[in-house]
T-cell receptor
Framework: KNEVEQSPQNLTAQEGEFITINCSYS?????LHWLQQHPGGGIVSLFMLSSGKKKHGRLIATINIQEKHSSLHITASHPRDSAVYICAVRGSNYKLTFGKGTLLTVNP | DTAVSQTPKYLVTQMGNDKSIKCEQNLGHDTMYWYKQDSKKFLKIMFSYNNKELIINETVPNRFSPKSPDKAHLNLHINSLELGDSAVYFC?????????????FGSGTRLTVV
């Protein structure tokens, strides 16, 4: 079992819908990251969280340390949000452990 | 532009060859990483250097050897390439162990071994 589990694996939505992607982890962490990988392949860091909630534009990320769970929300989704969203956790060392990603497709 | 730069972007080579991938960052970060993304898009840490010192070395075949001439560069040399080495390799950097700092990724090197 992977230390970082994401759900769903695949998600298809209509433009304008509210999107939620979930991440659960089984190890102690110092921080959790949400990353975005577009079809072109580049990886962009969206958020880094160690507690609470962060918001950037239409994206919101939350984390519950006690429950070892994080969610990434996208409000008013748009086709340009189509990408793979990857959850990664950082332990006590420098290492990131990744989830397998969620492929989001937003149709116009 | 401040960034993590990898070269080459694409690399096609024959089995048995030796090749290198270069990575440079001008962000002033002191920690650099190599990650491998397999055909199923799963990312996994390979190596990490902090101020030119190796701090993470996952179970990677010893055909892979990282080299960090200074804290702005982390190159990856691969000997005797095998078909299974085909993947996308990402370089990344961060500001050491400060939890409040994120990671910056390079654009990836797609290695195809034929």
């Amino acid at each position: 079992k992977n230390e970082v589990e994401q759900s769903p694996q695949n998600l298809t939505a209509q433009e304008g819908e509210f999107i939620t992607i979930n991440c659960s982890y089984s190890v102690g962490i110092s921080a959790l990251h949400w990353l975005q990988q577009h079809p072109g392949g580049g990886i962009v860091s969206l958020f880094m969280l160690s507690s609470g909630k962060k918001k950037h534009g239409r994206l919101i990320a939350t984390i519950n340390i006690q429950e070892k769970h994080s969610s990434l929300h996208i409000t008013a989704s748009h086709p340009r949000d189509s990408a793979v969203y990857i959850c990664a956790v950082r332990g006590s060392n420098y290492k990131l452990t990744f989830g397998k990603g969620t492929l989001l497709t937003v149709n116009p | 532009d401040t960034a993590v730069s990898q070269t080459p972007k694409y690399l096609v080579t024959q089995m048995g060859n030796d090749k290198s991938i270069k990575c440079e960052q001008n962000l002033g970060h002191d920690t650099m990483y190599w990650y491998k993304q397999d055909s199923k898009k799963f990312l996994k840490i390979m190596f990490s250097y902090n101020n030119k010192e190796l701090i993470i070395n996952e179970t990677v075949p010893n055909r892979f050897s990282p080299k960090s001439p200074d804290k702005a560069h982390l190159n990856l040399h691969i000997n005797s390439l095998e078909l299974g080495d085909s993947a996308v390799y990402f370089c990344a950097s961060s500001q050491g162990d400060r939890v409040n700092y994120g990671y910056t990724f390079g654009s990836g090197t797609r290695l195809t071994v034929v």
